[in-house]
């Protein structure tokens, strides 16, 4: 064991954190567990658990890094990084990974075999589709915003452990019928696409709370669409949307509704006295 600000470290944890603080030319600071700050580290029994390492202009990360054989989180988005190292194999611990918003030349394929990985963020690397790497994961989060991905892959419903799917600022135009498969999704985001339509099916994700796509072509919703029982947000704000089905009025758990800047959009009487009385509620509307 080693000391580093008056803790006790596993030598190969403690190594580690020696080598970045020297290339960060800073103090890497221990985090208490309840912390929301994003730089540093949480350890347990001496050992590193999670590493938050985002905006910090790194280029590079020591290949010591193979040794935080404990590391449950790690967070390098938004660095200069070209290349993730191979290290990050060696995390089998490794449940949440973040890489995005780095000039990465490549997305490596073996972060497919990070077997422990639940969640995983690959924002704002120009990828123009779903990496096939994907493909099968146990996934309960994904986020896949600001890219130029063109299509929902088919094979969307193999993530069938998804809960949370953010796919916002991109070049889609479709909601495939297979991502209303994925009966665990309780968050979908696809805000700033081309997306047309809402396709009938969507009404059997029966866990979907939020609903988020805002900003996108859509010209109606499906009647179908009080089917979504636990739905609590839905934006749909800034698309094409002409009028509402008379089945929205059933549903009963929203907390917020945006409709605004959907030029053509005309409401009924009843729908209009069921959005005053959502807003006398409490819940967050705008129309």
């Given at each position: ?20 603080q ?5 103090e ?14 949480k350890y ?11 905006n910090k ?22 660095n ?12 089998s ?14 997305i ?9 990985l ?15 790497f ?13 890219n ?5 892959p ?5 993530l ?18 297979e ?6 999704l ?5 805000f700033g ?5 809402i ?80 807003e006398?509620?409490g ?5």
């Amino acid at each position: 064991m080693k000391e580093y600000l008056g803790t006790s470290f596993h030598t190969n944890d403690f190594g580690f954190i020696s080598k970045l603080q020297k290339q960060l030319e800073t103090e890497i600071p221990v985090l208490p567990p309840e912390s929301i700050k994003k730089f540093g580290f949480k350890y347990c029994n001496g050992r590193i658990t999670h590493l938050y390492l985002s905006n910090k202009q790194l280029e590079t990360i020591p290949n010591s890094l193979a040794n935080l054989t404990n590391l449950k989180l790690l967070h390098i988005h938004r660095n200069h990084l070209e290349i993730i190292p191979k290290s990050v194999l060696n995390l089998s611990n490794l449940e949440e990974l973040s890489i995005g918003s780095n000039p990465l030349k490549e997305i490596p394929d073996w972060i497919g075999s990070l077997t422990s990985l639940k969640k995983l963020y690959l924002f704002g690397l120009e990828l123009n589709k779903f990496p096939l790497f994907l493909k099968g994961l146990p996934l309960c989060r994904l986020a896949l915003y600001n890219n130029r991905i063109t299509k929902i892959p088919n094979w969307i419903n193999t993530l069938s452990y998804l809960e949370d799917l953010t796919i916002g600022n991109n070049k889609i135009t479709k909601i495939p019928e297979e991502l209303c498969q994925l009966s665990y999704l309780k968050e979908f985001s696809a805000f700033g696409n081309t997306i047309t339509s809402i396709p009938e099916c969507l009404s059997g994700l029966k866990q979907l709370e939020e609903l988020i796509l805002h900003e996108n072509e859509i010209v109606e919703l499906p009647k179908s669409i009080s089917k979504l029982k636990n739905l609590s947000i839905l934006s749909l704000y800034g698309n094409n949307l002409c009028d509402l089905p008379d089945t929205v009025v059933e549903l009963k758990s929203l907390r917020t509704i945006w409709l605004h800047k959907n030029p053509n959009l005309k409401l009924t009487v009843e729908i209009k006295s069921w959005l005053k009385y959502q807003e006398d509620k409490g819940c967050n509307v705008r129309y």
